[in-house]
């Protein structure tokens, strides 16, 4: 179901209705072209495929600021002296945005609900009321929450890291931020809770003991999931790769690395991945590698879309436009049988330069429209017998007799051995690349 448009006292986004689908041959800029939530691909519609998610944190707080000089919008709902009047105004411009726009999650950390309080018992305070407004803004529209985190990177005590932190105090202090921010991600019904690593890491060996700080990372979200589920939380805890950015070395640096972490911990059945597309490159792999080592492990909870800038290192949260990402990100979900109780999340930012108001509609509307595309190619591509013929084809060996005892441990390396002997040489099998990357394109852009 669609949310309803809620509309407030204020209306932040007055010369803007809700974003209607006008189809390919439209060119109004606030339309969407491919993206038609009840559209049926395969078994589910469209809506249902994607359970995209706006952000809060760049959508609402972006300011265009970087390293360089300050912001280029000032946004008229956090111009208030007080931060729990600038809160409150912000919410309901979000909720405003939301339902416009027709995405039907949001995503949020505590900091950006709510603003930090003088003490613990201030900022547990204001998020909590901040939450009850949430939830009655929920009620009002349907939308949901796709997931909650703590922000435990910004705050200056967490420069050392938060649950890798080397001061038991500021670990207690991480810990407080996750035990509120758990309760309201429970409060307003969320269907995941995320963290990334934020400062987990380190900037250099010579002061770090980086064994214990990993045990006690493991020990932190030990606690985390144990008090999740002791409240209530039946949703996926997500953890968010990320190699590098803050800290020089961080250790959630990649699927694989948290896979493993994770396993190493027993943590694996309460925990799934969240990839972020801009995460990958900078981890040197691409979007879809990272999506696959989720989807091999039976772990692949949600997704970060964005896009990074092939030319440069850093983590530049663009909005997904690159339509092979897209498509490609798209096989390995559809493959998996979709995204479960994930979701879509634009953890996109506008560019310094992009200063109207109506940026932040266009950029979505675009990001929504290439994922719809994305959908509806992928759909295809996984459907084409040329394509799945070849990858089955290529291992067609292991399903041999002899390659099902392989594979059942029934071998021992003196059989395979043996086997290497008798038959001797392999005949070399072409892996088709050129061929598939043709057809691909063939089937994308072909007459
Ligand atoms: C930062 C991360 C962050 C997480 C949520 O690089 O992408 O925004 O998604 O803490
Ligand atoms: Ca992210
Ligand atoms: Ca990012």
Not at 83 to 107: H, I, N, Q
Not at 172 to 181: D, E, N, P, T
Not at 220 to 226: E, G, K
Request: glycine share 8%.
């Amino acid at each position: 179901m669609q949310p309803s448009v809620f509309q407030g006292d204020i209306a932040y986004f007055p010369t803007i209705d809700r974003i209607p689908f006008e189809g390919p041959g439209s060119d109004n800029p606030l339309a969407f072209k491919a993206y038609n939530p009840g559209q049926v691909v395969g078994d589910k519609t469209m809506a249902e495929h994607l359970r995209f998610a706006a952000c809060y944190w760049h959508t609402f707080h972006g300011t265009g600021a970087d390293p360089f000089g300050p912001g280029t919008r000032a946004y008229v709902w956090n111009q208030h002296a007080d931060p729990m009047d600038a809160a409150r105004a912000r919410l309901d411009a979000a909720f405003e945005f939301f339902t416009k726009l027709g995405v039907p999650f949001y995503c949020f950390h505590d900091r950006d609900l709510a603003p930090a309080g003088s003490s613990v018992a201030e900022s547990e305070h204001n998020l909590q009321v901040l939450t009850d407004l949430a939830k009655a803004r929920q009620q009002a529209t349907g939308m949901k929450l796709l997931w909650g985190t703590a922000n435990m990177f910004s705050d200056p005590r967490y420069m050392n890291g938060a649950a890798t932190n080397p001061d038991l105090l500021v670990v207690s202090h991480a810990a407080a931020q996750v035990k509120a921010a758990l309760e309201a991600t429970v409060a307003l019904d969320g269907e995941n809770y995320v963290f990334w690593g934020g400062r987990e890491g380190y900037a250099c060996l010579l002061n770090t003991n980086t064994q214990r700080e990993l045990e006690h990372f493991a020990r932190f979200l030990t606690m985390a999931r144990d008090y999740g589920r002791s409240i209530g939380f039946n949703g996926v805890f997500l953890i968010e790769p990320k190699p590098m950015e803050p800290m020089f070395h961080q250790y959630d640096f990649d699927a694989q690395t948290v896979i493993g972490f994770l396993r190493h911990h027993d943590l694996d059945r309460d925990f799934k991945l969240n990839i972020e597309a801009n995460h990958a490159t900078l981890a040197g792999h691409t979007f879809a590698h990272e999506l696959q080592m989720c989807v091999d492990a039976g772990m692949l909870g949600s997704i970060d879309a964005n896009r990074g800038n092939a030319q440069n290192g850093w983590d530049t949260d663009q909005f997904p436009t690159d339509m092979n990402d897209c498509i490609a990100a798209m096989q390995v979900v559809l493959a998996q049988g979709g995204l479960g109780r994930g979701g879509l999340n634009f953890d996109a930012k506008l560019r310094r330069e992009s200063t109207d108001l109506d940026d932040l509609f266009i950029a979505h509307i675009g990001a929504m429209d290439a994922f719809a595309r994305a959908l509806v190619i992928a759909d295809k591509l996984n459907n084409d017998s040329v394509l799945s013929k070849h990858k089955a084809a290529r291992y067609s060996s292991f399903d041999t007799a002899l390659g099902r005892d392989f594979a059942a441990g029934k071998l021992s390396l003196a059989d395979l051995r043996d086997h290497a002997a008798k038959e001797g040489e392999p005949t070399a099998q072409s892996g088709k690349q050129e061929l598939i990357e043709n057809r691909v394109n063939d089937l994308v852009f072909g007459g």
